[in-house]
């Protein structure tokens, strides 16, 4: 079985996290639940600083891709550990702002800026418009004008690369609705457009080739191939831009079988092919943004529900059916995510029962994972799945009229909830 860094098992048997007993927390604070250990993201944030600290001569920032997982709480933990911010919605924009996170560390991306979200970004005076097209570039600076501002711009490139990894969640290569297409020209067009417009400052180009990769040979790549680009611009405008942002997609464990890279390691082949790559092109040394979200939270976070009822279909499979599914964790059903699920109360016990976990909501493929070891399960028994900590919560739904679980970080041992549990009144809130 895989267990994460901060997940142990007591004398009880019991499942912990950070110190704390899953089983008491699920009694304290009901069912379902995500954990999150806070000691475990601070110490994830760090890696990524030293590292480039360390190999990149502290020449760049880490910026934390809050789709993985958004709430005030992280926004300021996340501002305390003194990374950026990717934002993708003016939702996630204002969260941030209201946990008080500076405006000039956000990054406001998406590929459908709306003219509401752009002009509230402006008012914020965010560090880093990260452009995809040429519509919001003349949105931007037409809105950047009219609010006497200058918009600080990154342009998302298409490198044409491809990471190996879940066909949806690939975003680099030319068949992708984000960003400008380099072989097809549209990217240096677009980089000329930008250096054009009175109200924009163009300040860096971005790419992001895709997400759970376990290879350093993509980053390395794309990190060349944007630096020939910037070459390129300056051979033809005179104009060297000076930031360069590598996205994120770090892979990390859901199960076992996964291998991703230590962080150090991409840091170090990512800064040595930069350094090299600049001086055979003679050009400065950029600015690097990386935007990890996964790598951040992901195995940060558990889930825990209730097993509330068992279905053995005989030759067929057992059914383990929790009071949780695909509304609080829509990865199985959207890309057959595999997790690693264990019984927190018999965490000590061998898992020797095959058992296929589903939701409780009206679905056939609301399921958890299928055919899956746990523990010889029993009704009420409380089920953890592992590795939860990103695109759950984010992603979450309240499909049936499901009321999303709480969110309790832990740190130090000590638990306290940082999203309150949805209730029935909040669900009713907006209906009239
Ligand atoms: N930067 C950009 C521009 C992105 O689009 C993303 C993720 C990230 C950074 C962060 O990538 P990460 O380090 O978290 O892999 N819902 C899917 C993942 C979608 C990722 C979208 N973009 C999932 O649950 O696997």
Known sequence: MYVSDSLKINEKGHLTICGCDTVELAEQFGTPLYVMDENQIRSNCRRYQSSFDKHYKGRGMTVYASKAF???????????????????????????????????????????????????????EIGHFIADNLTELQTIDRLAKEAGKNAHVTLRIKPGIDAHTHSFIQTGQIDSKFGFALETGEAMKAIKAALEYQNIDLKGLHCHIGSQIFESSPFVLAAEVM???????????????????????????YTSEDAPLPYDQYMELVSAAVFQKCEELELK????????????VGETGITLYEIGAIKQIPNIRTYVSVNGGMADNPRYILYQSEYTALIANKANQPADTQVTIAGKCCESGDLI?????????????????????????????????????????????TPRVVVRRESYEDLIRNDL
């Open 285 to 296: 040394v950029p600015f690097i943004f990386i935007e990890p979200g996964r790598s951040i």
């Open 369 to 413: 994972q299928e055919n899956t070891m746990i523990q010889n399960p029993q009704i009420g028994d409380v089920l953890a799945v592992l590795s939860t900590g990103a695109y759950n919560y984010s992603m979450a739904s309240n499909y049936n009229r499901n009321p999303r679980p709480a969110v309790v970080m832990v740190k130090d041992g």
């Open 70 to 124: 958004n709430c005030k709480e992280i926004c300021r933990i996340i501002n305390e550990e003194g990374l950026g911010l990717d934002v993708a919605s003016g939702g996630e924009l204002y969260t941030a702002v209201q946990a008080g996170f500076p405006a000039n560390r956000i990054h406001f991306h998406g590929n459908n800026k709306t003219e509401q979200e752009i002009r509230l970004a402006l008012e914020y």
């Open 227 to 253: 630096l020939q680009l910037i070459a390129d611009v300056k051979r033809e405008t005179g104009v060297e831009i000076e930031e360069l942002n590598l996205g994120g997609g770090f892979g990390i464990h």
